[in-house]
């Protein structure tokens, strides 16, 4: 009888443990690098995904000190190179968070109305910032900064000396 337990509760483990959650993730995934891009000593990545409901995930990561969990630092994805000066916001991202130095932001669609899938972000012409404060003397900081999509070719010669303070209107 113990050993008909026991094979019960050992069949119903296993069935239990081979359960897998639904893939939310298409498999379709790239890397970009951000850059320091100020005195400030920080650097980091960026990691877009395919979602299987639409849209694309944001994970930025900085490494560099971290600070408190109540600061933050905005991001935003732009249209145009990071050169470009008053380019458009063309999605807001999640604020980083000082404490963890992460951020993760799901888009669906850019703010000219294009729809954002993995296809369409190959070819996209932008770049990411993330800047010390969301207003004032500070939003001139950029922590981070790297070109994404398409112009991603054009961060093999990043020259923190060339960005431009981006303009933040939709």
Known sequence: MRKLLFVLF??????ACSETEPAIY????????????????????????????????FTITLTG???????????????????EPNVVIAAMLNPVNSATLKS??????LTDGTKLNFESFE???????VHLASDGPD?????????????SIRSSNF???KIAVCGNSF
Not at 65 to 83: C, M, S, V
Not at 123 to 129: A, R, V
Not at 139 to 151: A, E, M, P, R, T
């Open 139 to 151: 939003y001139k900081v950029i922590l981070v900064s790297g070109h994404v999509g398409n112009n």
């Open 26 to 57: 298409t498999g379709n995934q790239k890397n970009y690098e951000l850059f320091k891009s100020s005195d400030f000593d920080f650097s980091g990545s960026v990691e877009v995904k395919e979602l299987v409901a639409g849209g694309l995930e």
């Open 104 to 109: 993760t932001t799901i888009i669906k669609e």
């Open 159 to 161: 020259d923190r000396s």
């Open 65 to 83: 000190p971290t600070g408190d969990a109540i600061t933050n630092y905005p991001a935003h994805l732009h249209f145009g190179g990071i050169e």
């Open 10 to 15: 050992l069949a119903i483990t296993l069935v």
């Open 123 to 129: 070819i996209f012409q932008g770049h990411i910032k």
